[in-house]
């Protein structure tokens, strides 16, 4: 399914939300800066937005990794790090087993790809794994606003209009944006998602509501010790 939306995707994203999406991913890079010095793993990268934003944010002595399982997707974010002079190193990999060294990375981030971690648990667990004592976890995932007004709208736009016009401009066959909004009304978010992150192994999880809360960053840090 990923695969086959790869050639479409970002133009598909940057239209279903209106560009918005961009704007949520700076504010990712701010709220999570990245170290002076160390490295980043952005797991589930899909084509590397939030990797190439973070790449060109970061100093020259940060590391900047974008892994993801889907190959293609990875390819677009090759591309566009050539056509950027970003240096991110893309790694094909599974999230629920990271082909990292324990203790790795000084942030970890994964943004809208949380939710299509088979097992939510394991893909938690690799994240700790692979984060540094006192590093920091940051998650930017879809949420539901908790507005009714707003949540009702939203709701419609997103299993009435989003499913059509997506399925139909990616030229897909494999219903990836009806999965879409499928999945992230199944998907835990707020105190949840913040369970979910903490029992992983992280704490002091802060949660900030985007855009009405249809988007939600949760910022966690690694125990030092």
Not at 1 to 24: K, Q, T
Not at 52 to 60: Q, R, T, V
Request: aromatic content about 8%; hydrophobic content about 45%.
């Amino acid at each position: 399914m990923f695969a086959e939306i790869a050639p479409r995707y970002d133009a598909v994203n940057r239209m279903l939300s209106g560009g918005i999406d961009v704007w949520w991913r700076r504010i990712t890079v701010k709220r999570a800066a990245p170290p002076p010095t160390g490295a980043i793993l952005d797991v589930c990268t899909g084509t590397g937005d939030l990797a190439l934003a973070y790449a060109a944010k970061a100093g020259p002595r940060v590391r900047v990794v974008g892994s993801d399982f889907c190959l293609p997707m990875l390819d677009r974010g090759v591309e566009k790090s050539r056509a950027r002079s970003l240096p991110v190193e893309w790694v094909e990999a599974d999230a629920m087993d990271l082909p990292f060294p324990d203790e790795a990375f000084d942030l970890v981030t994964v943004a809208f790809g949380l939710r299509n971690i088979a097992e939510t648990d394991r893909g938690l667990a690799e994240m700790v794994r692979v984060c540094k004592p006192g590093g920091r976890l940051a998650i930017l995932e879809f949420s539901l606003p908790g507005n009714p007004v707003i949540r009702s709208s939203y709701l419609w736009y997103f299993r009435n209009v989003l499913p059509r016009l997506g399925n139909a401009v990616a030229r897909n066959h494999a219903d990836a944006y009806s999965y879409l909004n499928q999945s992230v009304e199944e998907f835990p978010s707020g105190k949840a998602l913040a369970d979910l992150i903490m029992a992983a192994g992280f704490e002091r999880v802060d949660q900030i509501p985007l855009s009405f809360g249809i988007a939600t960053l949760s910022i966690a840090t690694k125990a030092a010790s």
